[in-house]
């Protein structure tokens, strides 16, 4: 079986849709496996819902999820993120709405835990040290956990003496599980924060155990005029062209 493995959308239908038909362009997927934050940010949060939807997939809670439907207060976020979430809140569905509020904060797949921030903290909590990672581990049972919200592609690796360490997900690397436990975060497809402003996600074949990190151009200047469009702010807008 092979797993698509996506985090952070993001309303940028450009991204995602280039991701889908990379995707099926590399043989297609059993299921997708989305880590949260459909919404926020972007241009077209109905969009990507719909098309979200349309696939075989499983989906997490996200912290923009949540504040766009008052579940969370966006006090706690950036003027810009506050202002854009205002934005997407106005632009959903009832069923869009209905969507969102029955997210779950995490799922089990296998050997897999999947969340969106961290098994400590689903929604919130961001792993981008080895200090943090490490003290994560206790906090899920299988072997291998999934996390999105940084939109930085990491491997934590946790051997059995005890030792955390932290690498890059580089693309097209191969990573094979084995017999430490990993906390996997694919990056952004939506608003990649690593430098590299393209598209990012990963597939996992349960047959082979490896997962492959994958990054995808898009026409990242089609979401920012939709941006301009409606709207949003400047800096939300500047940012996807540097990927930070």
């Known amino acids: 079986m092979r797993y698509a493995i996506i985090a952070d ?3 940028n239908l450009a991204a995602f849709t280039a991701v889908l038909a990379d995707i099926e362009q590399r043989g297609g997927v059993e299921e997708v496996w989305c880590l949260g934050d459909v919404v926020g940010y972007g241009p077209d949060p ?9 696939t075989n997939h499983v989906c997490l809670a996200g912290n923009h999820d949540w504040a766009a439907i008052g579940k969370l207060d966006t006090s706690y976020f950036n003027p810009e993120a506050a202002a854009a979430c205002h934005w997407t809140a106005q632009q959903l569905s009832p069923e869009d709405v209905d969507y969102l509020e029955n997210l779950p904060l995490s799922i089990h797949k296998g050997d897999f835990t999947l969340v969106h921030g961290s098994p400590r903290e689903p929604i919130w909590e961001y792993l981008l040290s080895t200090s943090e990672a490490k003290e994560n581990f206790a906090y899920f049972q299988t072997q291998f956990c999934l996390v999105g919200h940084s939109h930085v592609p990491l491997v934590f690796s946790y051997s059995e003496t005890g030792a955390c360490s932290c690498n890059q997900f580089l693309p097209d690397t191969e990573l094979t599980l084995g017999k430490s436990r990993l906390i996997i975060n694919p990056g952004g497809v939506g608003q990649p924060r690593d430098g590299n402003p393209r598209a990012s996600y990963a597939i996992y074949d349960s047959e082979t155990r490896i997962i492959r990190l994958y990054r995808i151009p898009y026409d990242i200047g089609a979401t920012q005029a939709r941006m301009v469009e409606h709207g949003l702010p400047m800096r939300l807008v500047a940012r996807l062209s540097h990927g930070l």
């Open 46 to 54: 109905h969009e990507c819902i719909a098309l979200l939807s349309q």
């Open 9 to 11: 959308i993001h309303s």
